[in-house]
């Protein structure tokens, strides 16, 4: 099984692609969904990484994708200027998912 990334940097391809990981650059709304359906027809691809960039920007988009297909999975990554995500929220989601402070 493979990993795919659609990204919306060169430096985010590139470095996956010294990882082994192949992937596309995307700008457009229907440069993206392109991408995702050709990633969701490809049986040999598990995992489908996508900047958080483009997962904020084309939400609904890739929530449709989630909803309306098992597998890949979607994971939005970081790209080199970092995460837009709060310092903690990891333990912020784990508060959300169990009920539990920590």
Sequence with gaps: MKLFLISDNLSTLTGMRLAGIEGVIVHEK???RQALDKAVQDESIAIILITEKLGKQFSKLID??????QRPLLVEIPDRYGTGRRPDFITAYVNEAIGVKL
């Design 30 to 32: 229907e440069e993206i």
């Design 64 to 69: 449709d994708i989630r909803v309306d297909h």
